[in-house]
């Protein structure tokens, strides 16, 4: 959608514009006209399936939610664009209410997330708005904004070190804050009070520079920040300098505060430059990642080779990748065979053997043999693109506590000016020293810190993130990293997730003694299926030369089996369930059955249901536990944490992989659409929920979960549903997930509880005139640097798995 837009009186009516896919005729248009036009508010519509835009003319009660719903409730769909912005000057939790507020007043924004750590925006848009528009209302609120790829480059461009005016302010500091240094030797050297103004002055006015323009803009936009306390209380204690040297003269050298007003700014500059370090830290996994994409790749068109850029690759181009190079696609492998490094990728330590068919991943290096690769994928749809994107998804939202530091961080700055006011009065009308009372009130101002609770929860999140990243673990948002802490239950699918999901056939019992005719039925039936039973199938009879009859009509009865018409008859396969309800009597090989379940093995039934349903078979498949499983279930229980299997499997065999692994419950003969309700009565039960699994078959219990954990090695329906991603298909990555987001949701109640305590004592101390104002600023910038520093410690962690 793009932004409203009106022009003429205020009565006038806005005008949207809405993208909307799903639309394939004149009949969608007029649906979707009709469906707009309901909407309370809405003049005229207009929908133009070329361009697939609707123009809605529309007055104040319309909205970009109530159109949208509009048009979903029709039975399309409006896709929501999302803009990422670098924002500057922000320096506290305040900042970040302030920048939401003004994005979020721009019409056609659904929501805005702003990351201090990061000094980012993500806006997530309703219609098509402008960047333009977004930019103006950031500047609006007193803050520049612009594009992030293109702050970005500008950044990187950027000629001065950094560091250069704390270098600066240090030098013109020193000679004011040496005599302190020198009194406990019994020195007593104080510079003339003009020399100190002429040092004071530029680290006051010039390299001060910055928290006078950031605390201009926010009285303009009638907010406070950081940088208005600060901007108070050194020009605070500079004034009363100023007046005292001009009042008394050079004479008055040991009655000045040039020294507090000067070592305040030093300080702080220091602590946002070492914060600004420190929050780099937290994005070099993103970095890490991005640093894993070649700049070009060599391309074989014909019989010829040639480098090209990356982005000139296309999908099918033919890459040749030398060894000892990074592969710069996605791929599969045509010929040649080697071994590929795949850790920054996978968090898979030991190198993977490739071979002619085997799928290699971008950015993974080639060791030890020459490697053809076919493409299947580039760009923004590569498996790494697609890692980047969820880490930087997890790290640019919010978790869900940050709402209760956003609502204190409003009122932040005006209760702690109110203090400073309070601090000055009370001291000055009790004592009559009215520069002990200013000083007073310029040690509260500037021991306040905003910054510290801004920063205490996205500095973790970045650091959980990135180093769960590292190791193979995808959280895809905050909200999941904050919500698996707490997991009491952890619900396993069982094939592909708990065994290697390559089921083979180990029996096939006719009912008639025709295991042949058994099998030729059973592999047609499969023919045209890529489920791993299926396979199974159809590798035994190829193996054993068996002819394969042609399928026709073939379907599949949803957590049931297939039904197909093979021969002129009607033929069923699948679970006893379905046989069940189809009549077919069992009675002949239900012992076979039974016992052959006892085991573990998962049985399937062949009838014919021409007439009356008649037994031809049964199936049965054995499936290997993967060897990290065992260890998976013993570190949930180690955490505390119960295990439960949920299968589709008869009961017998999947209670057999329950007592194999040590599983505190077993839910057998599930269906798909069943596995949702078993994961919410688990929920009443036990309270926090986490899901794992891989199939299409598993996406809504995995939505359903509190926590969904999806294995890489299944289905992109199945990545999508959950929240977390392991990148190896290894169970024990669960207990490292939980593990990562214990330790994550514990640095986040340090820092947000030494933060809290930080003000809680420091400003009360400030004003009970315990503390000077070069103290109160050294432990200002140290308390921002302390939080972002504890958070760093998560990137010490070491996975188990």
């Known amino acids: 959608m793009s932004s409203p ?18 639309m394939t005729c004149a009949s969608c248009v007029g649906r979707v006209e009709r469906a707009l036009r309901a909407v309370p508010g809405v003049r005229e519509a207009t929908v133009n399936l070329a361009t697939e835009t609707a123009q809605v003319e529309a007055d104040a009660p319309a909205d970009a939610a109530a159109l949208r719903a509009a048009i979903e409730k029709a039975g399309y769909e409006v896709p929501q664009e999302s803009v990422d912005l670098r924002i500057a000057g922000m320096t506290c939790a305040s900042c970040v209410a302030r920048v939401e507020k003004a994005l979020l007043r ?75 240094l020198l009194m406990p030797f019994g020195i007593h050297w104080m510079p003339d009070g003009w020399v100190q103004f002429a040092l004071a002055t530029p680290v006051q006015f010039w390299l001060g520079a910055r928290f006078y323009r950031a605390a201009w803009k926010a009285l303009r936009a009638r907010a406070g920040n950081m940088d208005l306390l600060v901007a108070l209380g ?120 490739k071979r002619e068919q085997d799928p290699v991943t971008g950015g993974a290096v080639n060791a030890d043999g020459l490697l053809l690769v076919r493409t299947t994928a580039v760009g923004a749809e590569s498996m790494l693109a697609r890692i980047v994107r969820l880490v930087e998804s997890a790290q640019a939202k919010k978790a869900p506590i940050q709402r209760l530091v956003d609502r204190v961080s409003e009122v932040f700055v005006p209760v702690i000016v109110a203090a400073a006011l309070v ?29 510290a609770l801004g920063l205490a929860t996205p500095t973790a999140i970045m650091a959980g993130t990135g180093v769960a990243a ?28 708990l065994t290697e999901g390559k089921p083979e056939l180990v029996a096939a019992e006719p009912a008639q003694g025709d295991r042949a005719g058994l099998l030729a039925l059973s592999a047609a039936l499969q023919s045209g299926s890529e489920h791993p039973l299926a396979r199974a199938v159809i590798v035994a009879a190829g193996r054993e030369d068996i002819a394969v009859p042609p399928a026709s009509q073939v379907r599949a009865v949803a957590g049931r089996g297939v039904a197909a018409i093979v021969e002129g008859s009607q033929v069923r396969l699948g679970s006893g369930r379905f046989m069940e309800e189809l009549g077919v009597d069992l009675g002949a090989l239900a012992a076979q059955a039974a016992e052959l379940q006892n085991e573990g093995r998962t049985v399937s039934w062949v009838a014919r249901v021409d007439g009356a349903p008649a037994l031809v078979g049964l199936l049965a498949f054995g499936d290997t536990l993967k060897e990290t499983a065992p260890a998976a279930v013993r570190s949930l229980h180690d955490q505390g944490i119960r295990s439960v299997l949920v299968s589709g499997d008869n009961r017998g065999a999947a209670q057999a992989i329950g007592r194999q692994l040590g599983m505190d419950d077993v839910r057998a003969e599930v269906l798909p659409e069943q596995k949702a309700e078993v994961i919410a009565e688990l929920r009443q039960g036990s309270g926090v929920v986490a899901m794992v699994g891989d199939g299409i078959n598993d996406a809504p219990a995995l939505a359903a979960a509190d926590v969904g954990i999806a294995m890489s090695t299944g289905t992109d329906v199945a990545m999508h549903a959950a929240g977390v991603t392991l990148m190896r298909g290894n169970p024990a990555l669960v207990a490292d997930a939980i593990d990562i987001s214990r330790r994550t949701y514990a640095k ?22 315990l503390l000077s104002p070069i103290i109160a600023g050294a432990a200002m910038a140290l308390s921002s640097v302390s939080v972002v520093s504890n958070a760093l410690l998560l990137r010490r962690w070491k996975g188990r798995a």
């Open 5 to 22: 837009s009106t022009s003429g009186a205020a009565s006038a009516p806005a005008t949207w514009t809405l993208p909307v896919q799903g």
């Open 106 to 180: 721009v019409p056609g924004v659904s929501s805005a997330e702003v990351n201090l750590a990061t000094e980012t925006a993500r806006v997530q848009l309703g219609s098509r708005v402008d960047t333009a528009a977004l930019i103006a209302a950031v500047e609006r609120a007193g803050y520049e904004a612009s594009p992030a790829l293109a702050a970005a480059a500008a950044e990187k461009a950027r000629g001065w070190p950094e560091w250069w005016p704390i270098a600066a302010a240090v030098v013109l500091s020193a000679p004011l804050v040496l005599p302190m």
């Open 234 to 353: 050194t020009s605070s204690a500079y004034g009363l300098s100023l007046y005292q040297l001009l009042r008394h003269g050079s004479g008055a050298a040991h009655h000045l505060y040039f020294e507090a007003s000067a070592v305040v700014i030093t300080l702080v500059l220091l602590g946002k430059w070492l914060e600004g370090r420190a929050k780099r830290q937290t994005t070099e996994a993103i970095r890490a990642l991005n640093a894993l994409r070649p700049e070009v790749a060599r391309v074989r068109r014909g019989n010829e080779e040639s480098e090209v850029p990356l982005s000139a690759v296309r999908v099918d181009d033919l890459v040749v990748v030398r060894p000892g190079e990074r592969i710069p696609v996605d791929g599969v492998v045509v010929e040649g065979a080697s071994q590929v490094d795949e850790s920054l990728i996978t968090g898979e330590s030991l190198p993977v053997a």
């Open 423 to 451: 601090t000055l009065a009370a001291w000055g009308l009790s004592t009559g020293d009215w520069e002990r009372a200013i000083l007073n009130a310029v040690a509260v101002l500037v021991i306040a810190c905003p910054c």
């Open 470 to 497: 590292r190791h193979g673990i995808l959280i895809k948002d905050a909200e999941a990293l904050e919500v698996a802490h707490n997991i009491k239950v952890v619900a396993f699918d069982k094939t592909g997730t």
């Open 748 to 769: 986040i109640r340090q820092n947000l509880f030494w933060a809290f305590a930080y003000n809680v004592v420091g400003v009360p101390l400030a004003a009970l005139g």
